[in-house]
């Protein structure tokens, strides 16, 4: 279901009630909400009515952070450019 971010899961029989649960694809996206939740949080006014994303085990408040996989060193938004893969990288 939706391209299997969701699972579909009867919670209720007469009458058939279900919930819709995240899939493992599903959970995979909380970086991406996590990113545009931050995004709205610079660049937009008003409440934040948002959920806030918190780490289980000591209950604080996360962020999400880009560093360099490579040096591991936090990245700037100046510092970061798209890049086109090259020919034979695409045609795999």
């Known amino acids: 279901m939706a391209d299997g971010v969701f699972e579909r899961r009867r919670y209720q029989q007469h009458p ?12 995979a996206l909380g970086l991406v909400v996590g990113a545009l939740r931050a995004w709205g949080k610079e660049w937009t006014r008003g409440r934040d009515l948002s959920p806030r994303m918190v780490h289980e085990v ?5 962020s999400v952070r880009r560093y ?4 591991g060193r936090p990245l700037e938004r100046d510092e970061v ?3 086109q893969p090259a020919l034979a ?3 795999s």
């Not at 058939?16 to 959970?27: A, F, I, M, P, S």
């Not at 000591?58 to 996360?62: F, K, N, T």
Request: proline residues 0%.
């Open 16 to 27: 058939d009630r279900y919930e819709y649960v995240l899939t493992e694809k599903g959970r």
């Open 58 to 62: 000591c209950g604080h408040e996360v």
């Open 68 to 71: 360099c996989e490579e040096c």
């Open 81 to 83: 450019r798209a890049e």
């Open 89 to 91: 990288e695409r045609q």
